[in-house]
C-alpha cells in the first residue's frame, strides 16, 4: 500500500496560532519523511525531513512529530505568520527507492 | 545553479495537438522526475530516469505519453494527441545519488487542453 493520507484539506488559522496536519501511512517500508511547502505558481520545496528512528524533529518554527507504532506524523508551525500560507505535503520513500509518495495537500491560511 | 529550468511556463494548446513539456535539471543531479499536479489527484509521479535511464514509468498514464533524457542536462515530456483531462500543471524535479536526498522541482509548465 503506497498511500499517504493528509488532512485537513485546508485550513485556517490566525496570526501566532499553531496550526498542525497530519498523515498516516501504511506502508512499513516507508523510512523518510519529507513535507514540502508550495506557494502559488511555483514548484514544491522542501521544507523539513524526519525518518522513523527519531520521534521529533525541529527546524526554527517548523517541528515534525513522528509515531512509528500508529504509523502517523504530524507537521506543527509554531507562532505562524500570514508569509507561512501556502499549500503543505507529506510525502513518504523508502531506502533507495527515488520516488516520493505525496499526500493530497493541505491549503494552509494564516490571518494577519 | 539556477535551479530546475521548465519550458514553457503556459502552454495552451488545442485538442489534438501534439504538445511538448522541457526540462533542465540542476547540474550534476542523476535523478530526474516528472510529476503532473491536479486539484483530483494532487501530485503524481508520472515517470523519473537515473543517469537517463527510465526506471520507473508505471505512473504514465496511458501510450498518448511519452518522456526521454537524451542527456543529463535535458528532457522532455511529449503529449500525442493532448486531451482536455491532460489540462494540469506538470513538474520536473531532480535529486542527486545519496539516501533520501532532497528533490528540488522546477517552476512547472501548467497546460491547458481546449
Known amino acids: 500500500q503506497q498511500q499517504v493520507k493528509q488532512s485537513p484539506q485546508s485550513l485556517i488559522v490566525q496570526k501566532g496560532g499553531i496550526p498542525i496536519i497530519n498523515c498516516a501511512y501504511e506502508?512499513?517500508?516507508?523510512?523518510?519523511f519529507p513535507w514540502y511547502q508550495q506557494f502559488p505558481g511555483k514548484g514544491p520545496a522542501l521544507l523539513i525531513a524526519i525518518r522513523p528512528d527519531v520521534s521529533e524533529k525541529k527546524e526554527g518554527r517548523f517541528t515534525i512529530s513522528f509515531n512509528k507504532s500508529a504509523k502517523q506524523f504530524s507537521l506543527h508551525i509554531m507562532d505562524s505568520q500570514p508569509g507561512d500560507s501556502a499549500t503543505y505535503f507529506c510525502?513518504?520513500?523508502?531506502?533507495?527507492?527515488?520516488?516520493?509518495?505525496f499526500g493530497s495537500g493541505t491549503q494552509l491560511t494564516v490571518l494577519p | 545553479d539556477a535551479g530546475v529550468i521548465q519550458s514553457p511556463r503556459h502552454e495552451v494548446t488545442e485538442m489534438g495537438q501534439e504538445v511538448t513539456l522541457r526540462c533542465k535539471p540542476i547540474s550534476g543531479h542523476d535523478y530526474l522526475f516528472w510529476y503532473r499536479q491536479t486539484m483530483m489527484r494532487g501530485l503524481e509521479l508520472l515517470i523519473y530516469?537515473?543517469?537517463?535511464?527510465?526506471?520507473?514509468d508505471s505512473g504514465m498514464p496511458e501510450d498518448r505519453f511519452s518522456a526521454k533524457m537524451p542527456n543529463a542536462s535535458f528532457s522532455t515530456l511529449k503529449i500525442q494527441p493532448s486531451e482536455p483531462r491532460d489540462s494540469a500543471v506538470y513538474f520536473c524535479?531532480?535529486?542527486?545519488?545519496?539516501?533520501?536526498?532532497?528533490?528540488?522541482f522546477g517552476q512547472g509548465t501548467r497546460l491547458t487542453v481546449v
Open positions: 524535479a531532480s535529486s542527486q545519488t545519496g539516501l533520501n536526498t532532497e528533490a528540488f
Open positions: 530516469f537515473n543517469n537517463n535511464v527510465p526506471i520507473d
Open positions: 506502508n512499513t517500508a516507508f523510512d523518510y
Open positions: 510525502a513518504a520513500n523508502r531506502g533507495s527507492a527515488r520516488q516520493l509518495t
